[in-house]
């Protein structure tokens, strides 16, 4: 089976040749477009969840040797969650080549964040299985390096800060949840309040629901007195 163009200029921009170009096209394949004689990419993102996660974790205990677990994992969550991943996705132009259902293309799905990030998980699994976990392991650390170098600088962000200082403290992670929405369609207002395991917690509102989720995060940590 020989990739189309259009595939094979996705494989360069991702840095692996596939000897086995059926595993791309399973990889790209959403449930929407799935039949008996199609397997969709589910299968795939499971395996390269696991890959991703494992490649990530070792980068991060070979980049700061005196990093804690409590401080390690998480920078691991914020490097393999669903944002992340689909942050990957669209910075190779992955979006452009899902092969999508009708529907699903009609409803934007070659921009929704969970489809491009199990994608990318699928992408990584097909590698792994096409050529190895070495092959794997170089396109993670190829397309998530200067994410995974940034993971222990002392610039990280607030949700990752909150996390890292109560984890520290055994009290595990931060609970976020949207408890308000104003504002038209087109420019809403989120309202997350941010809970920690004892009780304490801090709300913020924002544009955005990732922004008031670290805005919160930062609020909550001004009361702990553990910012910076």
């Not at 039949?35 to 070792?58: K, W």
């Not at 989120?190 to 629901?209: I, N, P, Y």
């Amino acid at each position: 089976m020989r990739p189309s163009a259009e595939l094979a200029a996705f494989a360069a921009r991702i840095g692996h040749s596939f000897a086995r170009p059926e595993l791309l096209v399973e990889a790209l394949t959403h449930p929407s477009l799935a039949s008996p004689g199609r397997r969709s990419n589910q299968r795939l993102e499971f395996l390269g969840d696991r890959v991703l996660g494992l490649v990530v974790a070792e980068a991060l205990l070979a980049g700061d040797s005196g990093a804690a677990e409590g401080q390690l994992a998480p920078r691991l969550n914020a490097l393999v969650r669903q944002e992340a991943c689909a942050d990957v996705a669209r910075a190779v132009g992955l979006g452009a080549v899902l092969k999508l259902g009708r529907s699903e293309m009609q409803s934007g799905g070659r921009r929704k964040e969970a489809i491009l990030a199990d994608a990318m998980e699928a992408v990584i699994a097909a590698v792994y299985l096409d050529a190895g976990f070495a092959a794997a392991r170089e396109l993670v650390l190829r397309l998530w390096g200067e994410r995974i170098a940034r993971a222990g600088s002392s610039a990280r962000d607030a949700k990752t800060e909150l996390q890292e200082w109560t984890q520290a403290r055994g009290l595990g992670l931060p609970a976020y949840a949207v408890v308000a929405r104003t504002g038209a369609d087109h420019a809403p207002r989120f309202t997350v309040e941010v809970r920690l395991a004892d009780g304490m917690a801090a709300r913020a509102e924002a544009g955005s629901r990732r922004a008031a989720e670290q805005a919160a995060a930062a609020a909550l940590l001004a009361r702990l007195g553990a910012a910076g």
